[in-house]
């Protein structure tokens, strides 16, 4: 798959329907990869940058059996819980669709480069920023909702109470999605925003293999 970069309007046929039905999809998509992913069946993995082993290790394996299964793995291609998320899905010779808060040939953050250049190769990359947008701190809460948008339910494995994922779990009830949650050990700062999930009426996700049930 070469790094073109191609781009996807709204009103295109192309364009996926379940992002198109949420109260506002972006106008445009700039991609890099396979677009038609964008129409499979997806699931959001999400999480804390400064993840824990364990969390790493929930993200990796959560992915890599769903994606065995047929399932998308859909994430924001951040440090943490989003990277272990996407190599869980490559590892398995399956999907993943990375949502970034940047253009779409920008890599954030850099330490990232060869996970971004094997998801152009083998999935997808997604942004509604256009090529050489660099990245800024509130486009990361906005892309949220793409993330979210695309995918039937969305997973948070780790999240402090300030956590970016929270915004995604919150826009994935706003868009009538399932979120699901790790619990955690209750003296971890990484467990607090996923237990506070939970105990709002989040699906708590106590076996890895629970997610295919559902």
Same mark, same amino acid.
């Given at each position: 798959?070469?790094?073109?970069?191609?781009?996807?309007?709204?009103?295109? +046929?192309?364009?996926?329907?379940?992002?198109?039905?949420?109260?506002?999809?972006?106008?445009?998509?700039?991609?890099?990869?396979?677009?038609?992913?964008?129409?499979?069946?997806?699931?959001?993995?999400?999480?804390?940058?400064?993840?824990?082993?364990?969390?790493?290790?929930?993200?990796?394996?959560?992915?890599?059996?769903?994606?065995?299964?047929?399932?998308?793995?859909?994430?924001?291609?951040?440090?943490?819980?989003?990277?272990?998320?996407?190599?869980? $899905?490559?590892?398995?010779?399956?999907?993943?669709?990375?949502?970034?808060?940047?253009?779409?040939?920008?890599?954030? +953050?850099?330490?990232?480069?060869?996970?971004?250049?094997?998801?152009?190769?083998?999935?997808?990359?997604?942004?509604?920023?256009? +090529?050489?947008?660099?990245? $800024? +701190?509130?486009?990361?809460?906005?892309?949220?909702? *793409?993330?979210?948008?695309?995918?039937?339910?969305?997973?948070?494995?780790?999240?402090?109470?300030?956590?970016?994922?929270?915004?995604?779990?919150?826009?994935?009830?706003?868009?009538?999605?399932?979120?699901?949650?790790?619990?955690?050990?209750?003296?971890?700062?990484?467990?607090?925003?996923?237990?506070?999930?939970?105990?709002?009426?989040?699906?708590?996700?106590?076996?890895?293999?629970? *997610?295919?049930?559902?």
């Amino acid at each position: 798959m070469s790094n073109e970069i191609n781009e996807l309007l709204s009103e295109d +046929p192309g364009f996926p329907e379940l992002l198109k039905s949420i109260a506002d999809p972006p106008p445009t998509l700039y991609y890099i990869g396979t677009p038609t992913l964008m129409d499979t069946p997806c699931l959001a993995v999400v999480g804390s940058r400064k993840a824990t082993p364990y969390g790493k290790w929930v993200a990796y394996n959560i992915a890599k059996r769903t994606a065995e299964h047929g399932v998308t793995i859909v994430s924001g291609m951040a440090s943490g819980i989003d990277a272990c998320g996407h190599l869980g $899905a490559l590892d398995a010779g399956g999907n993943t669709i990375a949502v970034l808060g940047c253009g779409p040939d920008i890599c954030y +953050p850099k330490t990232n480069r060869a996970l971004m250049s094997r998801i152009s190769r083998l999935g997808l990359i997604i942004s509604e920023y256009p +090529p050489g947008t660099e990245p $800024a +701190p509130w486009q990361f809460p906005v892309r949220n909702r *793409i993330i979210s948008g695309l995918s039937y339910g969305t997973v948070v494995v780790e999240a402090d109470l300030d956590s970016g994922s929270l915004i995604t779990a919150s826009k994935a009830l706003e868009q009538g999605r399932e979120v699901f949650a790790v619990p955690g050990n209750i003296n971890s700062i990484f467990s607090k925003g996923t237990n506070r999930l939970i105990q709002d009426g989040a699906i708590p996700l106590t076996d890895i293999d629970d *997610i295919l049930d559902l």
